[in-house]
């Protein structure tokens, strides 16, 4: 802020950016968290406002509140709205826009009381001063303490700085501040100087920045220096399973599965993205490619979250609501809020990451070209960005996509969260994809749903399309702003606008003659038949020459439902029936041909609907003795559950309890 003009409350005008100005005041009450942070600030000339951080909340604080009474605050180029209730607030929406020292911090105390007596603060006060702040864990004072003593001390003095470098590579350590305990910790050693404690620090900073082969180096160093110490040989076990994931990607999803539970989804692994590489695509910007040939259910990608926050909630919440910066519409889910302002926290605290997460697509917000940059040492963090990235890129997802399968099989609901993962935020959307994504805990695990060549992109699904075309071309405009041209979408658009509409009035009345049967009672033989009269007309509506090889997924819903009804009426034939019409609507056209199975995923859709049709079938075909096809739909069906659920952990506990 040093080439900037102070500026008085008086004299800001409303909806207005004071560009080049600050102004500076103390706060005079508690702060008033909700997902915005409210104050009352007063300046030396006794004018108060009332001041509104948009980005903060409590929990991510490192050291208590934010903005504790008798803070002093320095807001650059600072921001007076007009509020709907008629009230006037200086808003602060990006972080690097408001500078605090904290009322309530010891050290800040101490230096305004060596400051008032007009005395010089020493280096050796300011490192205690340091010490203090660390031990009441008031790690950010700490950090600016132990700055000042290192800027303050004589040039001579190399073990003095080494000293203070080592207690604020500890200090960014447990703040969270990787790059820079890492830089610290090795500043603090030398020729002559070498300490194991330093490497152990630069270590598990190099952990947490993903630098494993770096972070095992440093545990190297330290285990040398000092071979008796344990904790240095299992940091080092840890660093190599890492970074035998990184090279090879074998996982223990075994163990991985075991550990996530309500308290803990968030898992110790490193991602594994050898089998794809970014390119640009013709038509969808950029897109994710195979590195080489993979097969049907190998492994794609396997990624940590950036941020995922543990908040799984069932429907929208009212408590959070956040309004999205630049739009008129609301994110009201509550792990959307908080997905938001971890975002802002990470970017904030650690800005070698700000660089990957620019990059990604923001949709049509407009870049001023200096989101990631660093100024006056603070990383500027574009809030409006990071909502428009986080909009165009996040996904929903379980704890566990194995327990989101067993409740989709017991018909109940799974809560979910939503969560950022920056390589498969390259991932664009096919209603026809190649891969499948699943989630354990924080790992994304993407595998192949088929075949796929070298150099082939890479497509999952946004969100399943079991709508018409109509519905999911408007769907994905409002969304995301494309017109999705996959193989489905740039046939069906073929088929005129009147057809769309006589299929979509059809479902419309197949639904309402669903619903007139009450939940959990027997449905009338009479409505069966009904229905699948009514199926057969929506099916006479899909023309031969574009449907023919193609998914129809308007008859999805319909014959899942007529799938189900013959199957809770023991009729074995029908079941078959409707079994392989799901399958045949999701597009394996001719699943069995000559008395055999034969699937074709580069056609057909692998979702928890089709793994169910086979799982109908493999029972049905039992039921009337032709063993050798049911073993094979049950195959078929397991390697789907893999796909599913992002590997084979719990197969056999779900094949049992299905039977
Ligand atoms: C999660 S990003 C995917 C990566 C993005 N293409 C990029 O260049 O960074 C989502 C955006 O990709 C584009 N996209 C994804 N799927 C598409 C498709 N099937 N057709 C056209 N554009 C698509 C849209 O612009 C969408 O908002």
Same mark, same amino acid.
């Given at each position: 802020?040093?080439?900037?003009?102070?500026?008085?409350?008086?004299?800001?005008?409303?909806?207005?950016?004071?560009?080049?100005?600050?102004?500076?005041?103390?706060?005079?009450?508690?702060?008033?968290?909700?997902? =915005?942070?409210?104050?009352?600030?007063?300046?030396?000339?006794?004018?108060?406002?009332?001041?509104?951080?948009?980005?903060?909340?409590?929990?991510?604080?490192?050291?208590?509140?934010?903005?504790?009474?008798?803070?002093?605050?320095?807001?650059?180029?600072?921001?007076?709205?007009?509020?709907?209730?008629?009230?006037?607030?200086?808003?602060?929406?990006?972080?690097?826009?408001?500078?605090?020292?904290?009322?309530?911090? !010891?050290?800040?105390?101490?230096?305004?009381?060596?400051?008032?007596?007009?005395?010089?603060?020493?280096?050796?006060?300011?490192?205690?001063?340091?010490?203090?702040?660390?031990?009441?864990?008031?790690?950010? $004072?700490?950090?600016?303490?132990?700055?000042?003593?290192?800027?303050?001390?004589?040039? #001579?003095?190399?073990?003095?700085?080494?000293?203070?470098?080592?207690?604020?590579?500890?200090?960014?350590?447990?703040?969270?501040?990787?790059?820079?305990?890492?830089?610290?910790?090795?500043?603090?050693?030398?020729?002559?100087?070498?300490?194991?404690?330093?490497?152990?620090?630069?270590?598990?900073?190099?952990?947490?920045?993903?630098?494993?082969?770096?972070?095992?180096?440093?545990?190297?160093?330290?285990?040398?220096?000092?071979?008796?110490?344990?904790?240095?040989?299992?940091?080092?076990?840890?660093?190599?399973?890492?970074?035998?994931?990184?090279?090879?990607?074998?996982?223990?999803?075994?163990?991985?599965?075991?550990?996530?539970?309500?308290?803990?989804?968030?898992?110790?692994?490193?991602?594994?993205?050898?089998?794809?590489?970014?390119?640009?695509?013709?038509?969808?910007?950029? #897109?994710?490619?195979?590195?080489?040939?993979? =097969?049907?259910?190998?492994?794609?990608?396997?990624?940590?979250?950036?941020?995922? !926050?543990?908040?799984?909630?069932?429907?929208?919440?009212?408590?959070?609501?956040?309004?999205?910066?630049?739009?008129?519409?609301?994110?009201?889910?509550?792990?959307?809020?908080?997905?938001?302002?971890?975002?802002?926290?990470? %970017?904030?605290?650690?800005?070698?990451?700000?660089?990957?997460?620019?990059?990604?697509?923001?949709?049509?917000?407009?870049?001023?070209?200096?989101?990631?940059?660093?100024?006056?040492?603070?990383?500027?963090?574009?809030?409006?960005?990071?909502?428009?990235?986080?909009?165009?890129?996040?996904?929903?997802? !379980?704890?566990?996509?194995?327990?989101?399968?067993?409740?989709?099989?017991?018909?109940?609901?799974?809560?979910?969260?939503?969560?950022?993962?920056?390589?498969?935020?390259?991932?664009?959307?096919?209603?026809?994809?190649?891969?499948?994504?699943?989630?354990?805990?924080?790992?994304?695990?993407?595998?192949?749903?088929?075949?796929?060549?070298?150099?082939?992109? %890479?497509?999952?699904?946004? $969100?399943?399309?079991?709508?018409?075309?109509?519905?999911?071309?408007?769907?994905?405009? $409002?969304?995301?702003?494309?017109?999705?041209?996959?193989?489905?979408?740039?046939?069906?658009?073929? $088929?005129?606008?009147?057809?769309?509409?006589?299929?979509? =009035?059809?479902?419309?009345?197949?639904?309402?003659?669903?619903?007139?049967?009450?939940?959990?009672?027997?449905?009338?033989?009479?409505?069966?038949?009904?229905?699948?009269?009514?199926?057969?007309?929506?099916?006479?509506?899909?023309?031969?020459?574009?449907?023919?090889?193609?998914?129809?997924?308007?008859?999805?819903?319909?014959?899942?439902?007529?799938?189900?009804?013959?199957?809770?009426?023991?009729?074995?034939?029908?079941?078959?029936?409707?079994?392989?019409?799901?399958?045949?609507?999701?597009?394996?056209?001719?699943?069995?041909?000559?008395?055999?199975?034969?699937?074709?995923?580069?056609?057909?859709?692998?979702?928890?609907?089709?793994?169910?049709?086979?799982?109908?079938?493999?029972?049905?075909?039992?039921?009337? #003795?032709?063993?050798?096809?049911?073993?094979?739909?049950?195959?078929?069906?397991?390697?789907?559950?893999?796909?599913?659920?992002?590997?084979?952990?719990?197969?056999?506990?779900?094949?049992?309890?299905?039977?």
């Amino acid at each position: 802020m040093v080439d900037q003009f102070q500026i008085s409350l008086v004299d800001l005008k409303v909806e207005t950016h004071h560009r080049g100005c600050f102004l500076t005041a103390k706060t005079i009450t508690p702060p008033y968290q909700s997902t =915005e942070v409210v104050t009352i600030i007063e300046e030396e000339n006794g004018n108060v406002a009332q001041l509104v951080l948009g980005f903060q909340d409590d929990s991510l604080s490192i050291s208590g509140p934010i903005l504790p009474v008798n803070s002093t605050v320095a807001i650059k180029e600072p921001y007076c709205k007009f509020t709907s209730k008629g009230d006037y607030v200086i808003r602060v929406d990006h972080p690097s826009d408001i500078a605090v020292l904290r009322g309530d911090d !010891p050290a800040v105390v101490l230096i305004m009381q060596f400051v008032a007596e007009g005395k010089e603060v020493t280096a050796m006060q300011w490192k205690s001063a340091g010490d203090k702040a660390y031990l009441e864990k008031n790690y950010a $004072s700490a950090i600016e303490c132990y700055t000042q003593a290192i800027d303050s001390s004589s040039p #001579g003095n190399l073990a003095f700085k080494q000293d203070v470098h080592r207690k604020r590579a500890f200090a960014n350590l447990t703040a969270k501040f990787f790059t820079a305990a890492k830089d610290d910790a090795l500043a603090s050693c030398s020729e002559d100087v070498i300490d194991e404690k330093a490497y152990y620090c630069a270590g598990r900073a190099a952990y947490e920045l993903g630098d494993y082969t770096k972070s095992k180096e440093f545990f190297e160093n330290a285990s040398k220096l000092n071979p008796k110490d344990s904790r240095y040989k299992k940091e080092l076990k840890r660093a190599n399973s890492r970074i035998k994931e990184q090279e090879e990607g074998m996982y223990d999803f075994d163990s991985m599965i075991a550990s996530v539970n309500e308290q803990n989804v968030h898992l110790d692994h490193a991602d594994w993205t050898k089998n794809t590489m970014i390119k640009s695509t013709l038509t969808r910007g950029r #897109g994710l490619f195979a590195a080489r040939d993979i =097969e049907a259910g190998e492994l794609v990608l396997c990624e940590k979250a950036l941020c995922l !926050p543990n908040r799984y909630d069932g429907e929208e919440g009212s408590d959070l609501i956040m309004y999205n910066l630049n739009t008129t519409s609301k994110t009201q889910r509550p792990a959307q809020t908080a997905l938001f302002l971890q975002l802002v926290q990470k %970017l904030y605290n650690n800005p070698h990451l700000n660089k990957s997460f620019f990059d990604l697509d923001g949709g049509s917000y407009i870049r001023s070209g200096k989101e990631g940059s660093v100024v006056d040492g603070v990383p500027i963090v574009d809030t409006f960005l990071v909502e428009a990235i986080r909009l165009t890129n996040c996904f929903s997802c !379980p704890r566990l996509s194995l327990e989101l399968l067993k409740a989709r099989l017991a018909e109940t609901d799974t809560e979910l969260s939503t969560g950022l993962w920056r390589r498969a935020a390259y991932l664009n959307h096919s209603c026809v994809p190649n891969c499948s994504r699943a989630f354990i805990g924080d790992m994304m695990v993407i595998r192949a749903t088929c075949n796929i060549p070298s150099g082939t992109e %890479l497509v999952h699904q946004y $969100s399943s399309p079991d709508e018409d075309f109509i519905a999911r071309r408007e769907f994905f405009q $409002s969304h995301w702003g494309f017109e999705c041209d996959c193989r489905l979408c740039a046939t069906e658009i073929q $088929s005129p606008e009147a057809m769309h509409q006589k299929r979509r =009035e059809l479902v419309a009345k197949i639904k309402v003659e669903v619903l007139k049967s009450p939940v959990n009672t027997r449905i009338p033989g009479a409505t069966i038949k009904h229905i699948e009269r009514l199926t057969k007309k929506l099916e006479d509506l899909h023309e031969a020459s574009i449907y023919a090889s193609l998914p129809r997924l308007f008859l999805v819903h319909p014959t899942v439902w007529l799938a189900e009804q013959y199957r809770s009426l023991r009729n074995p034939s029908k079941t078959l029936k409707y079994a392989f019409e799901v399958l045949r609507n999701f597009g394996f056209v001719h699943a069995v041909r000559e008395g055999r199975l034969e699937l074709d995923y580069e056609k057909g859709i692998v979702n928890s609907e089709s793994f169910n049709a086979l799982r109908y079938a493999a029972e049905a075909y039992l039921a009337v #003795g032709k063993v050798e096809l049911s073993s094979s739909c049950e195959a078929e069906a397991r390697r789907m559950f893999a796909v599913l659920t992002g590997c084979n952990v719990g197969v056999e506990e779900v094949f049992a309890w299905l039977e």
